[in-house]
């Protein structure tokens, strides 16, 4: 047989296959879309809760810088009461401490804050500030 052209061949499911392959197609769209509908809830439902976590750690953090200020004018009391010897060494010891384990759980919030801005940044497919900062300059040129 030698034919010389081409051809086309169009098979429509609803005619040669009967309904049994529309109805498997339009089940295989439904349930695309229902993950995809998922999907979608899940990822919005992120956002929420990683933006929740963001305002509560920022508010953490600005109360405990807050109280750092005040723990610092303590602390700088308490050593001018050590050298006029009012203060025994483990008190002074022990506010010392505190000062510092304020000055370290204020680093973690922070350090929690600028991973949860990075995580919200990521879902929301944005670039961290500092890159958006670097992308304007780029812009306004």
């Known amino acids: 047989i030698h034919t010389v052209g081409f051809s086309i061949g169009i098979s429509f499911p609803f005619i040669t296959g ?9 089940a295989d769209r439904n349930a695309v879309w229902q993950a ?10 992120g956002v929420h809760q990683t933006a929740a976590d963001l305002t509560l750690v920022t508010l953490q953090l600005q109360q405990l ?18 050298l006029r010897g009012d203060l025994t060494v483990t008190d002074y010891y022990d506010l010392s401490i505190n000062f510092i384990n304020r000055q370290l759980q ?8 600028r991973q949860l801005q990075l995580a919200l940044s990521t879902q929301l497919g944005l670039p961290p500030a500092d890159l958006q900062h670097l992308a304007g300059k780029e812009t306004s040129k």
């Open 18 to 26: 009967g309904p049994t392959y529309v109805h498997a197609a339009e």
């Open 36 to 45: 995809y509908r998922q999907r979608l809830d899940e990822a919005v439902s």
């Open 106 to 113: 204020s680093l973690d919030l922070k350090m929690q804050e």
């Open 65 to 82: 810088q807050t109280n750092s200020s005040q723990s610092r004018d303590a602390l700088h009391r308490a050593h001018a009461a050590y």
